[in-house]
Structure formats: C-alpha cells, structure tokens
C-alpha cells in the first residue's frame, strides 16, 4: 500500500496527468486479517486523503475481514455491498 501511494503522489503536481484524476470517481476494495473494522482505516483513509488531494471523488469503500483465501465468496453482504457500489459508480459516470 504505502508503494501505492508513494507512485501515486507522482501525479500529485504533474500538468501532464493531475487532470486525468479530476472529478474522476474512485472506490476502494480492502481485504484485511483482522477481526475489527477499525482495522480497514489503515487503507480507506490514506487514500481518501489521496483522492481528495487529486480532487477526485470518493465514491465509498468495501471492506471484509478474510483470513483465508476464497472466503469472500461466501460472505453474501460483502458481495452486495460490491454490487451496491458498482452500482453507484456506474451512475457516477452516466451523470
């Protein structure tokens, strides 16, 4: 993650790119081995801050506490929540 960030924050003042991001939607997908929520925070906020700084629009997150590999799968509202967002995003764009 903190990779990410550290290539995405090249495009932070860069004429050349900045506006590809502007007004652009952006969800965030995180998959995490810890029991407590709370423990999603450590990636859905840094890149809100991201996002924000690229003026780009923040259209929500998922997140599930997985600890095997395949489990997503059966998590029905994770799922939804997927879908839901999708959802959102494709409206997003349609505006």
């Not at 995405?8 to 050349?16: A, E, K, Q, V, W």
Request: aromatic share 10%; net charge positive; proline share 3%.
């Amino acid at each position: 993650m903190k990779c990410f960030l550290d290539r995405l924050s090249s495009y932070f003042n860069h004429p050349d790119y900045i506006d590809r991001f502007i007004g652009k939607g952006h969800i965030v997908l995180c998959a995490y081995g810890r029991p407590e929520e709370r423990h999603s925070l450590w990636v859905t906020e840094p890149m809100k801050l991201s996002i924000e700084v690229l003026q780009g629009k923040y259209l929500g997150d998922v997140h599930a506490s997985v600890y095997q590999k395949g489990k997503v799968r059966e998590m029905q509202h994770v799922l939804m929540a997927c879908r839901e967002i999708g959802m959102k995003s494709v409206k997003q764009c349609l505006q």
